[in-house]
Structures are given as C-alpha cells and as structure tokens.
C-alpha cells in the first residue's frame, strides 16, 4: 500500500505542469458482504446485502496514467436467515478510496481504464437486525451497534483496504467505473485470536467529470 501511494506521489510531481485536473460528482449501488471467522472453526461469509455510494472523485490525468481520489458516503453490511430468522447488518461509513489508474484505451478522448489502490473507511454507526419467525415465537429486534475502540465497543470505527476497479470515460466527461474492495483490518473490537470479521464489496458508479 505504502509503495502504491508512493508511486502516485511520484507521477503527481512528475506531471503537475501538465497535469489535467477534474471534479466529479459520483454515485451508485454496491453490494457488501463480512467475512467472518474464528480461531477453531470458520463462521463463513453472512450474504452480499445492497447499499449506495454517493460522493466527489477528483482525479488528474498524467498522459496514459491517472490518480483518482475521492471521499463518498457509503452503506454497507450483510445479511443472513436462518432458522426462519433474517440478520441484517448495517453500517453507514465515510470512505475515502486512491487509484493509480492506466488508460488500456486512449481514442479521441474515449478512455478505457484499470487501476488499482488503497482505500480508508472510517464507520459513524451501525445496526443489527433480527426479523422472523423462532419456534412459533415472531422476532423483530433490532439494535444499535456500539462503534469505537473502548471495552463496550463491538465495531472498530477504522477500516482500510485495497481497491481495482475499471472503468470507462468519454470525452463529454461522463464515466462509468465498476471496482472491488477487499478490507484488511478486523473491524471486530477484540483480539484476532477471537475471530476476525473483515469487509468485501462490489460497486457499479456514474460521474461526469468536470474539468477545473
């Protein structure tokens, strides 16, 4: 990740005279899932759960490469049933995502890209619900997950990851980019040795990018 940054420092210093630099409004759905496991037995994945992303992209264009950073509001989660019963899990976040992107296409002004980058996410709340039937007993509960780092927390507030996404962007300045995150951090507030609960996502976005 370190070396990722680096590299983007570099070919921002490099090209910043002839740096192209745009803004963007940026907006779509993705869908999150929580890998979660244990010490002595994996708990396995919960389900992908639906959520949206809306938030600015800025991004400066360096001949064939291009760095894109953007900070975006985002909902996130997953969702299981069992035993008649359905989990779901919400969490809202701020995310602040960095690609170092190459143009695998460059036609008068139509570009094709891929990258790669970090990403960090800080969570400003979360909720569990539990809907359902259990033994003829009807279920509907839900309850607000405790976000932070001290003993009564059950949610770290600070996650990070890395990001590849690929995307396409006309010459009008409208874009469409699809990535994947993968997260690195247990976000679960207990020693590793308790289990680990990490987050995964898939994401489908739209902006116009206007150039500054």
């Known amino acids: 990740m370190k070396k990722i940054l680096l590299f983007a420092a570099?070919?921002?210093t490099a090209g910043q005279a002839s740096a192209q630099i745009s803004i963007a409004p940026e907006a779509g759905i993705q869908m999150?899932?929580?890998r979660m496991s244990s010490s002595d037995s994996s708990l396995g994945d919960f389900g992908y759960k639906t959520g949206f992303r809306a938030g600015v992209n800025f991004a400066a264009e360096l001949n064939d490469f291009s760095i894109h950073a953007g900070a975006f509001y985002?909902?996130?989660g997953a969702k299981s049933e069992s035993f008649g019963v359905k989990l779901t899990i919400n969490m809202t976040y701020i995310d602040i995502?960095?690609?170092v992107n190459y143009n695998i296409l460059n036609k008068s002004g139509n570009k094709l890209f891929v990258g790669v980058g970090p990403y960090l996410s800080y969570?400003?709340?979360g909720k569990i619900k539990a809907k359902g039937s259990f033994l003829g007993q009807s279920i509907d509960q839900s309850e607000d997950l405790n976000i932070g780092s001290s003993a009564t927390d059950q949610i770290r507030s600070l996650d990070f990851g890395g990001n590849a996404n690929i995307g396409f962007i006309s010459a009008m300045g409208l874009y469409a980019r699809?990535?994947?995150s993968l997260g690195f951090?247990?976000?679960a507030n207990n020693d590793a040795s308790e289990g680990t609960i990490k987050t995964t996502g898939f994401a489908l976005s739209v902006g116009y990018q206007v150039k500054l």
């Open 185 to 187: 951090a247990n976000i």
């Open 74 to 76: 985002t909902t996130k």
């Open 97 to 99: 995502p960095v690609y």
């Open 123 to 125: 969570c400003m709340s």
């Open 178 to 180: 699809a990535s994947y």
């Open 10 to 12: 570099v070919l921002f």
């Open 32 to 34: 999150t899932d929580l």
